[in-house]
């Protein structure tokens, strides 16, 4: 006799996002855009901020992410909603914005000595200084810049 092996409580959706610079970062936000109008809810934060129970079923808990994917996939599980990081986008007031303004010409200003896509990304992790140390075990699988 041969034991089946089960694994239907394993079962998991992942947000597997791939590189290709604002293009992909855009592409990504869109698809995300898509699967919450689904019904596919993004479960991301430290465990402090995930006290209680998980959304409802389905929701992803799993982010992999390569290079521009990386970026929207930390993001995501850091906690960010997708308002928040599509407002990081377009918001121009200071005053008003969670965090800074980048456009396209700001991914591509990194050559220069200015290096307003290092600044942009240390403003960003700065508001969430260590989401990374405390960010639920099974949230967070693979991130690569």
Known sequence: MSKSI????????????????????CFHIGVCLALERKGIHFWGGTLKQKKGESPPAPFINTYVGSSAGSIIASLLASGYTLSEIIQSFLDSRKEK????????????HIVRPQFRFTKYFQSLWERKKHWLLEVSKPLLKTISF
Do not use: E
Not at 97 to 108: N, S
């Open 6 to 25: 089960v694994f239907a409580h394993k079962q998991k959706i992942a947000f597997v996002a791939s590189g290709g610079a604002v293009k992909a970062a």
């Open 97 to 108: 914005k969670k965090f800074p303004k980048m456009g396209y010409t700001d991914l591509f």
